[in-house]
Nanobody, 127 residues
């Protein structure tokens, strides 16, 4: 059973930067994909960025493209989300997720592609 633990969320002002981390505890069989999602109160969970862990192939939502960057550590035990130019609309609980592994994956932003989720880390951006 894989456990994902997010960290790095905090309250920041408009325009600042943050880096979120997601520690992967357990083993996931390659190939697999990981992603960051977010959910604000009253909103649906939204895919933000995804990555195929072996190739590095990435995808981003239009709302964060050019501002956020997803990456992974060399040992693939940590997933990152570098967030620049933060806006109040970025305020949400951020979750990392992984596919089950062992099968080709899209590295897409559909929550249905992902089977394991972390508990989330809160990001609050004030104007």
């Amino acid at each position: 059973q894989v456990q994902l633990v997010e960290s790095g969320g905090e309250s920041v002002q408009d325009g600042r930067s943050l880096t979120l981390s997601c520690a992967v505890n357990g083993v996931i069989t390659s190939p697999y994909c990981m992603a960051w999602f977010r959910q604000a109160p009253g909103n649906k969970r939204e895919g933000v960025a995804a990555i195929e862990m072996a190739s590095g192939r990435q995808s981003y939502s239009d709302s964060v493209k050019g501002r956020f960057t997803i990456s992974r550590s060399v040992d693939q035990k940590t997933l990152y989300l570098q967030m620049n130019g933060l806006k109040p609309d970025d305020t949400a609980m951020y979750y990392c997720a992984t596919t089950r592994g062992g099968d080709w994956c899209w590295a897409g932003l559909d929550a249905g592609e992902y089977s394991s989720w972390g508990q989330g880390t809160q990001v609050t951006v004030s104007s």
